[in-house]
Nanobody, 123 residues
Framework: QVQLVESGGGLVQAGGSLRLSCTASGRTLSIYAMGWFRQAPGKEREFVAAISWSGGSTTYADSVKGRFTISRTNAKNTVYLQMNSLKTEDTAVYYC????????????????WGQGTQVIVSS
């Protein structure tokens, strides 16, 4: 079993940056593709970004392309989401997830989920 714990959320002004981290325990992350999702108040959870197990392939939602960067360090069992040029519409709870491929993650077909970390972007 894999336990995923997110950190790094908080309150930031529009235009600012945050870096989220997701650390795994219980099993190595290196065999999984990893992804980030978010859920804003009153909305469904949506895909944000995914990265292959090797880190060689990434995919992003159109709404975050050019602003967010997903990366991973398998030696530390950690995946990151660097968020720049934040907008108020980025306000949401952000979730980390593990799955077999980036394609499946992009379709929300995940094997493991974290508990989420809140990001609030103020105007």
């Amino acid at each position: 079993q894999v336990q995923l714990v997110e950190s790094g959320g908080g309150l930031v002004q529009a235009g600012g940056s945050l870096r989220l981290s997701c650390t795994a325990s219980g099993r190595t992350l290196s065999i999984y593709a990893m992804g980030w999702f978010r859920q804003a108040p009153g909305k469904e959870r949506e895909f944000v970004a995914a990265i292959s197990w090797s880190g060689g392939s990434t995919t992003y939602a159109d709404s975050v392309k050019g602003r967010f960067t997903i990366s991973r360090t398998n030696a530390k069992n950690t995946v990151y989401l660097q968020m720049n040029s934040l907008k108020t519409e980025d306000t949401a709870v952000y979730y980390c997830a593990a799955g077999s491929t980036t394609d499946r993650l992009s379709r929300s077909l995940c094997d493991h989920w974290g508990q989420g970390t809140q990001v609030i972007v103020s105007s």
